[in-house]
């Protein structure tokens, strides 16, 4: 920040209480103007289930890529090591429960958020991290710069309490086939092995046209199967993590917060169809999630 903006910015103000702004999540991921992904997609989700977020850009876009034309950039490194240095200065980083990374927009931002993790971890000031490795998809390959595979798979991974890659994302980091069930389950205990004590691996090919979800921890595996739905919408994986954090945060066990968030995911894409819209309706997924009763997409121990 430049002496002239400090100047301009930095001023006195009277009679403002001295405590603390409660805040329960930081988030760090891309910001859209237009759609609905990264934290464009997670944080209304988290707020309508009155989650206190501290939203990080990693980007700051017109939409997604996925249209004719993009707007915008991805922030500099420095930038968001700067945003990350005002939140320690604030002492949210110290206080704050839990972290959801997801899209970091270059192999520089990865780096910059894994030195500042890294050094909280170093401190003992690190909140529980749920990683959110976005990397790509099985019909759209990798769409991030190939550096960051490794930022996620050698620096993040160990420090992540939770990672939830979809089986595209759950294979490159794993190093080994994970498309199908059978072979999700194996790259899941792989990546336990290397730090995260769960992983959520979702979009998993199951038996049919189905879906599989995989919940898979050191002591135990359940499995939610759900119908695909004939739809390709950016955000479903973000709004997938805010709501497994979301539930986490209020004290659910990882396999019924795992319900309650695919059952708002399929709430969103069920309504994104009915509606006609090319963004997925994020606003219909808390709802679903709250619903009482049993589950619609049961977590099964095996």
Known sequence: MSDALESHLVHERRNRPPGPSPVDLVSVQSQLAYGYAGNSAAVPVLRMLGVRVAEVPTTLLSNTPFYATLRGRVLPADWLAD?????????????????LSGYFGSVANGEAFADWLEAHHRAGTAPRYLLDPVIGDTHTGAYVERGLEAVFADRLLPLAW?????????????GRPALREADALDAARALLARGPQWVLAHSVAGEGDGLVTL????AGAWRLQSPRLDLDVAGTGDVLAALLAAFLLRGE????????????VHAALESTLANGWEELDVQAAPAAALADGPPRFPAVAF
């Open 162 to 174: 939770m990672v939830a890659p979809n089986a595209f994302e759950l294979e490159r980091l794993a």
């Open 83 to 99: 945003l990350l240095r005002g939140l320690d200065e604030r002492g949210v980083t110290e206080r704050v429960p839990m972290l």
């Open 253 to 264: 066990p990882p396999h019924r917060a795992a319900e309650r968030a695919l059952a708002g």
């Open 215 to 218: 919940l898979v921890g050191r």
